[in-house]
């Protein structure tokens, strides 16, 4: 977009070992040592960043992120920080102070961490539960689109079909009625056919992105996503990002085939940290406005860059070697707070060396007036009042790419949940933000508790120091003491020692304390029996009341996961379907496909599944009637849906039904032999088959029949 070009070099290190100072070979070739063909690529790079559309576009960045970063700063890091350290069982820094100054006990009770963490639990277990089913399906649309060669088939086939018609009829063109019942029959067959390869085309899809997701993180960047989603007001995922990373593959050499390590260009998902996202001030959405993402890179993470197509190579040179020289790390005004908050070893803003480079990733409209106005031309920019869309990144002072967004309908890739969607605010409720009143009304009355437990534990002395002999200690009491007092010089009565002891009011705050706990469950939606921290009475005693409980309780969390099944996995699978039917080399996988996520469906109806499974199966087990419905095949594929609960190799458990056949024909036979035998026929010769017989059981059995009297699972004895 912006003038920068891909050009691929060799690696800084390797550009480092290699000797140093001018070299001349016959007084013709002149040999650059390393540091001068380093400072020819930064002089070249400092000449494109000084191009005015460079100079515009930092500018602009550098605004934009001006106003993000102030507009975050005042409404949400802090509370965000809260919620970190109420994760971490630590309290904010002013109250602790408050705390330490009044004395007594600074217990914390973790009301949110244990909340967090159980709701992050039923979480995983709706969209992370079974390797076996994901959380989402693509499937073919009702009527898939027809592609170009398959008009061009269907037009053939009308035109063989006419002219079979007009051969059969002498030369007669069939008539209106008879053109649209052929065209109808023509379009059925050709429906059906086409349904047909459109499923094949989307099953294909559907394995190609669950590979591509599975290599490039999907279950480690969900997992963190879930934890933010309770912890922040807003959980964020990106991708596909294009990584160049080394891999382990088989190459064939001139020894033959060996493994190598290879470079290779990875499509990953990543949870982007709630702390490095800045969107404009005024958007609601990922989609509105700007969007900047902080990035807090390594020497290595920047390194990865070359290579990949739009990033300029040689700009990426040059910040190496600016950072080797005075550092890219930027510290903001809350980064300290932040690192504070996360337990991290802030020594590095005191003066150490810090490795990290800061880099803006810019996403957002830039107005073609103000593309004209840095320097591009009319022919570039047709239309000045036209938005293009951009992604651009920003170190220091070099733009390292600057070029249009790649998604043909200008769509960034972050993907937004959050646990209390706030309509028309970016940033929502964690589940952090809603239980934090209830957690501080538990964390003050288990203070209370405390202190008044410590002050009740015993009698408090009350003590004459007048009355005193020299030398008594009065700082501590122990049994068996044995106390000196001088008469009172007034002639008083009153004992030089009183004792009282202090009420107890541990019911009181304990009450105090359950009230605010269960109301932290109503306030978050994840009640206690969710993570098994207690047995709920009355009707969740048995376990029809704890599925209705659970039913009930499930009412939230199925907005959080239509939430996320909306806003983020939908979404993204969008975005890796439009980057495959784009870029993908194999055509068999592209077709017309519809998306669903099926978190809330999964959770509306596992529940449900597995008891009506039981009954089933229950029912089967006991019923000779049943049995000879859906004979000993069905009672085994229950047994085999019902074995996958289990967290076992089901196919083990209950093994495959050509092996059952076998086995069970393996033991008629057995029992047919024993009969014989019982009955003095010898091996080999045939009885009549009467009914009941061993021989009509095993001819039964064949046909696929149960036999209640072999097949009994009442129990025994």
Request: hydrophobic share 40%; aromatic share 6%.
């Amino acid at each position: 977009m912006l003038g920068i070009q891909d050009q691929t070099q060799d690696n800084l290190p390797s550009l480092i070992a290699q000797p140093q100072g001018p070299v001349s070979v016959g007084g013709i070739l002149s040999i650059k040592s390393t540091r001068q063909l380093l400072d020819e690529e930064i002089q070249e790079a400092q000449k494109n960043q000084d191009a005015p559309v460079l100079r515009g576009m930092a500018g602009h960045i550098k605004q934009c992120w001006s106003a993000a970063r102030i507009a975050k700063e005042t409404t949400v890091e802090e509370r965000m920080r809260r919620n970190v350290r109420a994760r971490r069982n630590e309290y904010d820094p002013e109250l602790l102070a408050t705390i330490r100054a009044q004395g007594g006990s600074e217990i914390f009770m973790g009301i949110t961490s244990t909340k967090c963490r159980a709701a992050a639990s039923w979480l995983r277990d709706v969209l992370m539960g079974s390797d076996s089913d994901k959380p989402w399906t693509i499937s073919p649309t009702p009527i898939p689109d027809l592609s170009p060669d398959i008009l061009e088939g269907l037009v053939v086939q009308s035109q063989q079909l006419i002219a079979e018609f007009m051969q059969e009829n002498g030369g007669q063109n069939p008539d209106d009625s008879q053109v649209k019942k052929m065209m109808a029959e023509l379009k059925s067959e050709s429906l059906a056919e086409i349904r047909a390869q459109a499923q094949v085309s989307a099953d294909m899809m559907a394995d190609t992105i669950e590979d591509q997701l599975v290599e490039g993180g999907w279950m480690g960047a969900m997992s963190d996503f879930i934890d933010d989603l309770t912890t922040f007001p807003a959980a964020i995922l990106k991708g596909p990002v294009i990584r160049r990373k080394p891999k382990l593959q088989w190459v064939q050499g001139p020894q033959g085939w060996g493994v190598q390590v290879q470079d290779y260009f990875c499509k990953e998902i990543e949870r982007v940290d709630p702390f490095d996202i800045y969107p404009a001030p005024s958007s609601s959405k990922i989609e509105d406005g700007y969007l900047i993402e902080r990035h807090r890179m390594s020497r290595g993470d920047l390194e990865q860059l070359i290579g990949v197509e739009g990033y300029d190579d040689k700009s990426i040179r040059a910040v190496l070697s600016e950072h080797g020289k005075n550092g890219l790390h930027n510290w903001i005004l809350n980064d300290t707070a932040q690192a504070l908050a996360e337990g991290k070893n802030t020594i590095a803003i005191t003066g150490f060396p810090d490795p990290e480079i800061d880099a803006l990733q810019f996403w957002g409209p830039v107005s073609g007036e103000s593309l004209l106005e840095w320097g591009m031309t009319e022919d570039e920019i047709p239309d000045p009042t036209k938005e293009y869309h951009a992604e651009a990144w920003l170190i220091g002072e070099w733009v390292i790419k600057a070029t249009l967004n790649a998604d043909p309908m200008n769509r960034k890739p972050y993907y937004k949940a959050s646990w209390e969607q706030i309509p028309g605010a970016f940033w929502g409720n964690s589940v952090a933000d809603l239980v934090r009143d209830s957690a501080m009304m538990c964390n003050s009355a288990a203070r209370a508790l405390a202190n008044n437990m410590g002050i009740a534990s015993g009698p408090q002395v009350g003590v004459n120091v007048s009355r005193l002999a020299d030398g008594e200690d009065v700082t501590q009491m122990v049994p068996w003491r044995i106390w000196q007092f001088k008469s009172d010089q007034y002639g008083a009565a009153d004992a030089p020692l009183s004792f009282f002891q202090p009420n107890s009011q541990a019911a009181e705050l304990m009450g105090v304390y359950e009230k605010y706990s269960t109301l932290a469950d109503e306030q978050s939606g994840v009640p206690k029996y969710i993570s098994g921290d207690s047995a709920p009475g009355g009707a969740g005693r048995t376990a029809s009341g704890l599925s209705m409980m659970l039913q009930s309780a499930g009412k939230s969390i199925k907005q959080v996961i239509s939430s996320i099944d909306v806003n983020v996995i939908e979404p993204l699978l969008q975005r890796w379907y439009t980057w495959n039917m784009l870029y993908s080399e194999d055509e068999t996988l592209k077709g017309d496909v519809q998306i669903n996520a099926r978190g809330v469906l999964a959770l509306v109806n596992h529940e449900t599944a597995v008891v009506r499974r039981n009954e089933f199966l229950q029912l089967a087990l006991t019923s000779p009637i049943v049995q000879k419905v859906v004979g000993l095949e069905g009672i085994a594929d229950l047994l085999r849906e019902a074995a996958k609960g289990l967290d076992m190799d089901s196919a083990r458990l209950v093994p495959p039904i050509e092996v059952l056949q076998k086995r069970w024909k393996d033991e008629a036979d057995a029992q047919a032999q024993m009969a014989q035998v019982e009955q003095g026929i010898p091996p080999g010769q045939q009885q009549p088959a009467s009914p009941g017989s061993t021989e009509m059981n095993q001819q039964t059995l064949q046909n696929g029949a149960p036999i209640t009297d072999n097949f009994s699972t009442q129990p025994q004895g």
